[in-house]
């Protein structure tokens, strides 16, 4: 069963352009997370997505940034128009179910540069 | 809102020693729980050992144990006979076990592990 994958690893933007990050939840997984995590910091919860549906985006900048989860597909995490605040490592989790009991499988994490 | 405090930004430790990671948490929740993340190199995020809030016994998982002290709010993390591949960021987070947000993990800042040989 392949873990959560994420693609690409490394990206690197320009400030002004748009740069699209993508997660593969785990195999019969439907609940994907979005973190954040800054130079020297822990990772901050950014959006909770099921198939479908934004269930919480409380921690997603309310400008440039969005997210989604098709019903068929990647999860994606789109961040408009970058700065250099943007440069960070993103990481994906995702679970089966909403269950405290379920535990959260992380990715690899797409670090962002804005130069 | 709960907040997740790790006091060592930086740890060293000898081979085959042990080492005691340190985290703080403030809550005013009955029920949640906590878990220790390893970060290496790679930066993949890696449960290393969880505790269920409720429960009194410390989690073990091989070399890695807790020391869960509910009315200090603190969690340590014990790394026996430390090996080369423990070197890592060390991540300590909480999360709720009930109510609208449970979903939501909160970490602490991190403590980076160098492991001498």
């Known amino acids: 069963n392949a873990g959560v994958m994420q693609n690409p690893r490394h990206l690197v933007r320009r400030r002004g352009q748009e740069a699209r990050l993508r997660c593969s939840p785990m195999k019969g997984h439907s609940h994907v997370y979005w973190y954040r995590q800054l130079p020297e910091e822990g990772l901050k919860f950014m959006v909770y997505?099921?198939?479908?549906?934004?269930?919480?985006e409380s921690g997603m900048p309310k400008e440039r940034f969005s997210a989604e989860f098709p019903k068929e597909g990647p999860s994606i995490l789109r961040i408009q128009q970058v700065v250099r605040g943007d440069s960070a490592a993103y990481f994906c989790?995702?679970?089966?179910?909403?269950?405290?009991?379920?535990?959260?499988?992380f990715g690899p994490g797409t670090r962002l540069t804005v130069t | 809102a709960q907040t997740v405090t790790q006091s060592q930004p930086e740890m060293s430790v000898q081979e085959a020693e042990t080492v005691t990671l340190s985290c703080t948490y403030d809550?005013?929740?009955?029920?949640?729980?906590l878990f220790w993340y390893k970060q290496p190199p790679s930066r993949q995020m890696i449960l290393v050992i969880r505790?269920?809030?409720?429960?009194?016994q410390n989690a073990t998982e091989n070399r890695f144990s807790v020391n869960f002290q509910k009315a200090a709010k603190s969690f340590s993390l014990k790394i026996s006979d430390s090996q080369l591949g423990d070197a890592a960021m060390y991540f300590c987070?909480?999360?709720?076990?009930?109510?609208?947000?449970?979903?939501?993990?909160?970490f602490g800042k991190g403590t980076l592990l160098t492991v001498n040989p």
């Open positions: 987070a909480y999360r709720s076990s009930s109510g609208g947000s449970n979903y939501k993990l909160t």
């Open positions: 989790a995702s679970s089966p179910g909403l269950a405290v009991s379920y535990e959260q499988y």
């Open positions: 809550t005013s929740e009955s029920d949640y729980y």
């Open positions: 505790q269920e809030a409720y429960k009194q």
């Open positions: 997505l099921q198939k479908e549906n934004i269930i919480d």
